[in-house]
Nanobody, 119 residues
Framework: QVQLVESGGGLVQAGGSLRLSCAPS????????MGWYRQAPGKQREFVAD???????KYADSVKGRFTISGDIDKKTVSLQMNSLKPEDTAVYYC?????????????WGLGTQVTVSS
């Protein structure tokens, strides 16, 4: 079964940087939107950033100015550059793509990668 594979998570001190990457393990349908979400312990999963065909990006207010999303819609790869990290950024980060299938939009999620920011 094709999966989205995330990489780049880890442990970093506050103020540091990490870069997350995501790519499918096999062939998938064309995608319209690629994005990142995160879930901290005891909290609901929340939107972080996404990028659409044409390069239009959107960010959560909490990460604006610190995180940058980039991606290749044709290659179905997406990255998240995270700078000036804060302890409150600690979470499992998930990649998601919206596939345009013959029967409609399918949301495909990755398994997640842990990001831990120490104070």
């Amino acid at each position: 079964q094709v999966q989205l594979v995330e990489s780049g998570g880890g442990l970093v001190q506050a103020g540091g940087s990490l870069r997350l990457s995501c790519a499918p393990s096999g062939s998938i349908f064309s995608v319209d939107v690629m994005g990142w979400y995160r879930q901290a312990p005891g909290k609901q999963r929340e939107f972080v950033a996404d990028i659409r065909d044409g390069g239009v990006t959107k960010y959560a207010d909490s990460v604006k100015g610190r995180f940058t999303i980039s991606g290749d819609i044709d290659k179905k790869t997406v990255s998240l550059q995270m700078n000036s990290l804060k302890p409150e950024d600690t979470a499992v980060y998930y990649c998601k793509v919206d596939e345009d299938t013959p029967v409609g939009i399918f949301e495909r999620w990755g398994l997640g990668t842990q990001v831990t920011v120490s104070s």
